[in-house]
């Protein structure tokens, strides 16, 4: 699951493949909240605004090396994921969650051995109403983000990638 590999050398390698929807680049706005910094995993999306109540049901299934894409609409209001939904996820064998949006226990989150990628930290929890989609098609950051779809994350940044990427280079 955490096999050596860099964002850079994968665009390196598939240079011809970032002018195409093939491989996209999400904006360097994420800040990395994991135990883990290097990590990636086929995508599973929910889409939701200030309430993870879907959050927590996707992260209560088995995550099988999966990374799921949050898109909190970038919301500086509420917090989507803190310590325990961390800790649910690493032990439902997610690689990793993405938030398009704000987490909270930041020093929890710190301690559990997943990659957590978010915009922001933010102390108000989400409201738990179970409003949003799961496995929607959704655009990060001005980026679409399709489940099914592969995500690379490092210290460098997020790579999008519609297929599986060769690891060896
Ligand atoms: O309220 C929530 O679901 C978010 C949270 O604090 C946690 O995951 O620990």
Redesign the pocket.
């Known amino acids: 699951m955490h096999a050596l590999f860099s964002t850079c050398d994968l665009c390196d390698a598939h240079r011809d493949a970032l002018h195409t929807d093939a491989l996209r680049v999400l904006p360097p706005v994420f800040r990395s909240f994991g135990k883990i910094s290097r990590f990636r995993g086929k995508i599973a999306t929910v889409q939701c605004h200030d309430d993870?109540a879907l959050v927590?049901a996707t992260l209560e299934s088995a995550g099988m090396a999966r990374v799921l894409v949050v898109d909190g609409a970038a919301s500086m209001k509420r917090?989507?994921?803190?310590?325990?939904?961390?800790a649910l996820a690493s032990q439902n064998g997610w690689a990793g969650v993405l938030v398009n949006g704000c987490v909270?226990?930041v020093h929890?989150i710190l301690q559990v051995p997943i990659g957590v990628l978010a915009l922001a930290s933010m102390p108000a929890?989400?409201e738990?109403h179970g409003k949003g989609r799961v496995d929607a098609v959704v655009t990060i950051q001005d980026v679409i983000v399709r489940p099914g779809e592969w995500l690379y994350a490092d210290e460098d940044g997020v790579i999008i990638s519609r297929e599986q990427l060769g690891l060896a280079l």
């Open positions: 993870n927590r917090a989507l994921l803190g310590g325990n939904l961390a909270r226990d929890e929890p989400p738990k």
